[in-house]
T-cell receptor
Framework: DAKTTQPPSMDCAEGRAANLPCNHS???????VYWYRQIHSQGPQYIIH???NNETNEMASLIITEDRKSSTLILPHATLRDTAVYYC????????????FGTGTRLKVLA | KAGVTQTPRYLIKTRGQQVTLSCSPI?????VSWYQQTPGQGLQFLFE???????NKGNFPGRFSGRQFSNSRSEMNVSTLELGDSALYLC?????????????FGPGTRLTVL
């Protein structure tokens, strides 16, 4: 599985967009990018995933570069409840469900 | 639809004892994976079960074992507990139906070894 690199921490003002980057330069063609977040040592919560096209759901948007070597998770209007550790993961499209978690980005939303 | 449930939520054991943790996946999900989370090592994959068979295993000693039942419920067991086994143990389930399947995590079991 490809490894990911994320900044260890970021701050964002409440109501502003939070842009969380992820580098996955060794990603292969059949690997998806997944984003999860973990709040207060609860179980990780699924946010969004994508292969090569940009994706959007009710929680966030995922922008993947054309060469697929990096991506950005966008929380359009961050709230205090979005304070969490955000994990970017890449995994094969089929087969085992083994996720390799990195250290993630600790996002702090400031009032 | 109910989410992944894990029991117990908190557990305190002493060194040398063994422990069994339980995970009930989302209804209809057939794959169950287990992860260990510690402050020092982060989230690490333990093993994955699908249709009662272990499909993948992480780099953990043989003291860590698991199984899955015909109803997809899963248990993991840790024997001869060590202080370093203190961690949050997370279970995740997925269908699977295809290449975009997503894992959904339970709340975890917090194990403290004294």
């Amino acid at each position: 599985d490809a490894k990911t690199t994320q900044p260890p921490s970021m701050d964002c003002a409440e109501g502003r967009a939070a842009n969380l980057p992820c580098n996955h330069s060794t990603i292969s063609g059949n690997e998806y990018v997944y984003w999860y977040r973990q709040i207060h040592s609860q179980g990780p919560q699924y946010i969004i995933h994508g292969l090569k096209n940009n994706e959007t759901n009710e929680m966030a948007s995922l922008i993947i570069t054309e060469d697929r070597k990096s991506s950005t998770l966008i929380l359009p209007h961050a709230t205090l409840r979005d304070t969490a550790v955000y994990y970017c993961i890449v995994r094969f499209t089929s087969g085992t469900y083994k996720y390799i978690f990195g250290t993630g980005t600790r996002l702090k939303v400031l009032a | 639809k109910a989410g992944v449930t894990q029991t117990p939520r908190y557990l305190i054991k002493t060194r040398g004892q063994q422990v069994t943790l339980s995970c009930s996946p989302i209804s209809g999900h057939r794959s169950v994976s287990w992860y260990q989370q510690t402050p020092g090592q982060g989230l690490q994959f333990l093993f994955e079960y699908f249709s009662e068979t272990q499909r993948n295993k992480g780099n953990f000693p043989g003291r860590f074992s698991g199984r899955q039942f015909s109803n997809s419920r899963s248990e993991m067991n840790v024997s001869t507990l060590e202080l370093g086994d203190s961690a949050l143990y997370l279970c995740a389930s997925s269908l699977p139906t295809g290449h975009t399947d997503t894992q959904y995590f339970g709340p975890g079991t917090r194990l403290t070894v004294l």
